[in-house]
C-alpha cells in the first residue's frame, strides 16, 4: 500500500515539475533540434554499419549458386537543419 500511494505521489508532483517548465527560447529550438538531427544522422550510420557486418557474414556462410545479400545504401553526408524563418512583422497602416 505504501508503494501505491509513493508512486501516485511521485506521479503528481513529475506531472507538476513538467507543467512548470518555461517554453524554449528559438535558440535553444534551435540546439534541440541540431540534436535532434545528429541523433537520426547517427541511426542512419549505425543502421548502415550494421547492413554492412550483417552481409560480411552472411557472405562467408553463403553456399555457392545462392544469391548475395542486398545492397547497403549508404546515407548522405550531414547537413544541419535550416532554421525556420522569422515570423514577418506586422505591415504599418
Known sequence: MKKIIAFTFCAFAGTAAFAALPPLTPEQAEAAALTKAKAAYGDRV????????????????????TPAPGACTAPPPFTPPVAAAAPAAPAAK
Open 46 to 65: 549505425g543502421a548502415y554499419k550494421l547492413c554492412l557486418a550483417q552481409n560480411k557474414v552472411a557472405d562467408q556462410f553463403r553456399v555457392p549458386g
